[in-house]
């Protein structure tokens, strides 16, 4: 069958990612349908994504690059005019006497920036781009329920409430059957960019042998949100412009067993969202009473700045959801089908990578798609190749945003986490040709791909460790010796060990053991082991790193070790394999 002069091209889902692929589609003269199983968006009666008001999202540079590749100028520009810069992370918490405290830590030394979008709104703004373009037809109210990717041809179920699509013709027969009617649609290209929750992923696995990997972690979320400082009822020592806090920031409240983040929005307002463990949720929603002594407890100031009744309130309105992780591979079918977006790698919120990640498949996409002949043959090469590229980058964002929630919470506290940052960034600043820049830098602020970030950041740690500032003080040294990976090193006349062997099912352990190296008799002045079972390796690695930053804080401050502690480290041989730790002498 030979090539149509021009190529069919079939966008699935009219979210952020299909939008903005269609938009790169028709640049390139294709005809494109996009097929949206909701109304218009831009339709004040249409129901949201995830039954929300609107979720607020950092847009990163991975983001905003690939709609400067999009062909249309103006639509970043109007994208950056309703946006926030937020130049770093705010830090709520309280002292020891319960005052309340902000931290404000910048993401980044050369004062660079992530911008707070409304989801709904940039979605809007990508739809009215799209519709100008006159090789494009919008479908709303068309959900996709059938695929054969070898054939080439969709099947859409067309909702029989007042449809909205672009096309005229199709409105006029919609009226002539009050039921769902189905409406099967050839096409050359399918972008599946549906969501999580993916129909065309489902139809893919059908023709092409894919791994698939899908995990709910046990944190649900809930939006909350911070009324404009003028009717506010508290606001913190850094309210400016008629916010109740700053806006400059995204304010996190880190909590042992959850947190508690606000985006600002351009009304002034902040999206807010809790994310805790869904025992936390199942309790509150026993007592919602309890709520505000939760965030009291857990979150201070918070509950002040939304105000206590309207806490609750939106405690029991709003939806409690999940958050789900999926990996795939590979992301396409030969000529005729690929998957991006949250269709492809759905991941949990907390490296505020998602929508940017599922952006820059777009962008790679046509990369690829540019460097090949517009026939099948050569689009079968360029799906090969992106997906090559892509999955592993899509594996490590995924794994990353999973690892940046102990982060959050945690790290944010961490002093061991936070020195490693500043050297980072002071190595940045003042000896830019050494190449260093923090983990997060490379993620946020650049289009260095997420596996070479992994990389790059994982060299640096040798480098660190390796000596270059090895021999400067003891809480630095111990903070490098933690972060960089399994091994033993000399720490100020004691010795230090840790390691993370084991495997999915039999968990991973680490242990932490400082020993007087100078006696024969070795004495555990701090030993520590814990075990957790994860769904990966990376995850598990992060979070025993917390667990053990967490013990060496304790350690260096010289507090007591845990009861049983050392009776625990005896037996740790029995756990782990290979031999439970080396400890140089
Ligand atoms: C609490 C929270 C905070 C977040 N914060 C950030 C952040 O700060 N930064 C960031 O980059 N990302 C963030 N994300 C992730 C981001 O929201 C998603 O990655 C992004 O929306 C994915 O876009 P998408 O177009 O791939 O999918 P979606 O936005 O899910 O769009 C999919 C579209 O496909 C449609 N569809 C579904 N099924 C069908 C079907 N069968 N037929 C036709 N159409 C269909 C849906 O109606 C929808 O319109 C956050 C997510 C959450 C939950």
Redesign the pocket.
């Known amino acids: 069958m030979g090539e149509p002069k021009t190529t069919k091209c079939l966008v699935?889902?009219?979210?952020?990612?299909?939008a903005l692929a269609a938009l790169y589609a028709a640049r390139r003269g294709w005809d494109v349908e996009i097929?949206?199983?909701?109304g218009d968006l831009r339709d004040a009666s249409t129901t949201p994504?995830n039954f929300t008001k609107s979720?607020n999202?950092?847009l990163a540079e991975r983001?905003v690059n690939a709609m400067r590749h999009s062909g249309s100028s103006d639509l970043l520009d109007r994208v950056v005019s309703e946006s926030i810069p937020m130049y770093g992370r705010m830090i709520h918490g309280a002292d020891s006497s319960g005052a309340l405290t902000e931290e404000s830590q910048q993401y980044d030394v050369h004062g660079r920036f992530n911008r707070a979008v409304d989801?709904a709104n940039l979605n809007k703004l990508m739809l009215d781009k799209v519709d100008l373009l006159p090789n494009v037809k919008l479908h709303f109210n068309?959900?996709?329920v059938g695929a054969d990717l070898r054939k080439r041809k969709a099947w859409f179920e067309r909702k029989a409430s007042p449809p909205q699509t672009a096309d005229g013709a199709q409105a006029h027969q919609d009226q002539t059957d009050e039921r769902s009617q189905e409406v099967e649609v050839d096409f050359d290209l399918m972008l599946g960019?549906?969501?999580?929750?993916s129909?065309v992923r489902y139809h893919l696995m059908k023709f092409v042998r894919m791994n698939y990997e899908q995990t709910y972690i046990d944190t649900l979320?809930c939006e909350f949100t911070i009324p404009p400082g003028s009717s506010a009822s508290s606001k913190t020592p850094t309210a400016k412009d008629g916010f109740a806090t700053s806006a400059d920031h995204l304010h996190i409240w880190p909590a042992d067993d959850g947190m508690f983040i606000a985006i600002p929005s351009v009304d002034k307002s902040f999206t807010c969202?809790l994310f805790a463990p869904s025992a936390i949720f199942a309790t509150l929603e026993q007592d919602p009473a309890a709520v505000t002594d939760f965030f009291r407890t857990n979150f201070p100031g918070a509950a002040d700045l939304i105000g206590h009744a309207e806490l609750r309130e939106q405690f029991e309105q709003n939806p409690h959801l999940p958050l789900i992780s999926i990996k795939c591979s590979p992301h396409h079918y030969g000529s005729s089908g690929v998957i991006l977006?949250?269709?492809a790698h759905a991941m949990v919120?907390f490296y505020?990578?998602?929508?940017?990640a599922?952006l820059e498949d777009v962008r790679v996409l046509f990369q690829h798609l540019d460097a090949h002949p517009a026939t099948p043959a050569g689009r079968t090469a360029a799906l090969d190749s992106y997906s090559t590229e892509r999955v592993p980058d899509a594996h490590t964002i995924n794994d990353l945003a999973l690892a940046n929630y102990w982060e959050m919470h945690s790290g944010v506290r961490s002093p061991l986490t936070l020195i490693r940052k500043r050297v980072e960034e002071f190595l940045n600043d003042k000896l830019p040709s050494t190449g260093f820049a923090t983990q997060y830098a490379r993620v946020s602020f650049s289009n260095q791909r997420y596996s070479e970030v992994v990389e790059t950041v994982a060299k640096q740690g040798r480098i660190l460790l390796g000596g270059l500032i090895g021999t400067v003080v003891l809480p630095l040294d111990a903070a490098i010796l933690v972060l960089s990976g399994n091994g033993a090193r000399q720490l100020d006349g004691a010795t230090c060990a840790w390691f993370t062997p084991g495997d999915e099912v039999n968990g991973y352990y680490a242990a932490l053991v400082v020993k007087d190296g100078s006696k024969d008799e070795a004495k555990v002045r701090y030993p520590l082991v814990t075990k957790t079972t994860c769904p990966s390796a990376r995850l598990a690695f992060v979070q025993l790193q917390v667990e053990m930053e967490r013990s060496l804080v304790r350690l260096l401050r010289g507090e007591a070790c845990p009861e049983g502690a050392a009776e625990v480290i005896e037996h740790a041989g029995q756990w782990v394999k290979p031999p439970p730790y080396a400890v140089e002498k």
């Open positions: 699935v889902g009219a979210g952020p990612v299909g097929y949206e199983l909701r994504l979720i999202l950092a983001g989801r068309h959900k996709l960019c549906d969501g999580a929750h129909n979320w969202t977006g949250d269709a919120p505020g990578q998602g929508m940017n599922g």
